[in-house]
């Protein structure tokens, strides 16, 4: 499921990126997040993962530098766990 970044989320990528200080998250890990998307697959079934606006959209391009939105990618994801 993908939707809004509820207030006060942080985007994971920066958190993993500047990371914590004396336990204090670094003031660039607290980018607030733009975009949600909760796991549904049985695996991880609701995990969720935040992504600021830059982050998301970094991730929403594939090796070719063409479009590949998450709800794309998530057919995709499914189709694949399907095909294995």
Known sequence: ???RAKSG???DYCKAAWGQINNQWHEKAKTPAWVSITSTSLRSKG???SYCQSHAESLTVDANGEPF???DQ???GVQETLNV
Do not use: D, E, H, N
Request: glycine share 6%; net charge positive; aromatic share 14%.
């Open 1 to 3: 499921m993908i939707g």
């Open 9 to 11: 989320v942080w985007c």
């Open 47 to 49: 995990i969720i993962r």
């Open 69 to 71: 939105s998450f709800a």
């Open 74 to 76: 998530i057919v995709a």
